[in-house]
């Protein structure tokens, strides 16, 4: 190679395909198929793939991966013009990373192709689609948090068990809602009373325990469980 030359020469066409751990043999996603789907991809677009980067085994949860790394160096060092995925999940799940990825794309001029969604970013109406998707995918994420939010506090209002009974209650006999405990609630008003007259959360602990009063478990009282008991009261 001449000085300055890159191994993919001056402007190429990649491909990025990624399994992870437990999906190596799913149908449609294994290395192999995906490679098939690129090259197939790249004849569409007449152009010829100088390599295909991998990463087997390798979770998208974020970008820390070895083959992404090698990715995101070729397109800041302006070594590559197009990027083919098979998938847009194999790039990423997160939808905050693939809004990182396209901002950085576009900047650098690079066109992401994913052959699953029928996607073109090195097209106006392709980064329209795309961006389009980003953005639901993103609504979709915050409209379940929403629901969630609004269904736990509706159980909460009705006193529906949540998963941890807090101290002072206990499961009733219907399995779904809480009831008080009598000897939890008498140590919640002691506990209340005791910190109202001035106690820091270790001299109360010690008191329950001088007292024999242990918590649910049996174990003694530690000022962390007291402050856990005042500040659901």
């Not at 030359?5 to 996603?29: E, H, P, W």
């Not at 390599?51 to 820390?64: F, Q, W, Y």
């Not at 992404?68 to 083919?84: A, F, K, P, S, Y």
Request: hydrophobic share 40%; charged share 30%.
């Amino acid at each position: 190679l001449g000085p300055g030359q890159s191994l993919l020469f001056d402007m190429c066409t990649i491909g990025y395909i990624r399994v992870s751990t437990d999906k190596q043999a799913d149908t449609g996603l294994s290395l192999q198929a995906q490679r098939e789907k690129l090259r197939a991809m790249a004849v569409v677009h007449g152009t010829d793939l100088a390599d295909i980067i991998v990463d087997a085994g390798e979770s998208a949860k974020n970008l820390d991966r070895p083959g992404m790394e090698r990715i995101l160096d070729l397109v800041r060092g302006g070594e590559v013009d197009t990027v083919i995925v098979a998938k847009l999940d194999r790039l990423t799940r997160s939808v905050r990373d693939l809004a990182d990825l396209l901002e950085l794309f576009q900047r650098k001029g690079v066109s992401l192709v994913s052959v699953a969604e029928s996607l073109d970013t090195g097209s106006a109406a392709g980064r329209l689609v795309l961006n389009i998707m980003v953005s639901v995918s993103q609504w979709e994420r915050e409209a379940i948090g929403e629901r969630t939010r609004d269904a736990l506090q509706l159980k909460r209002s009705r006193r529906e068990f949540l998963g941890n009974c807090p101290y002072g209650f206990r499961l009733s006999a219907d399995g779904r809602t809480l009831e008080p405990d009598p000897a939890e609630q008498r140590v919640r008003r002691m506990i209340t009373r005791l910190r109202e007259q001035g106690r820091s959360l270790r001299q109360i602990a010690a008191y329950l325990n001088k007292e024999r009063r242990f918590t649910r478990s049996g174990s003694p009282w530690m000022h962390c469980y007291v402050a856990r008991v005042l500040k659901a009261a």
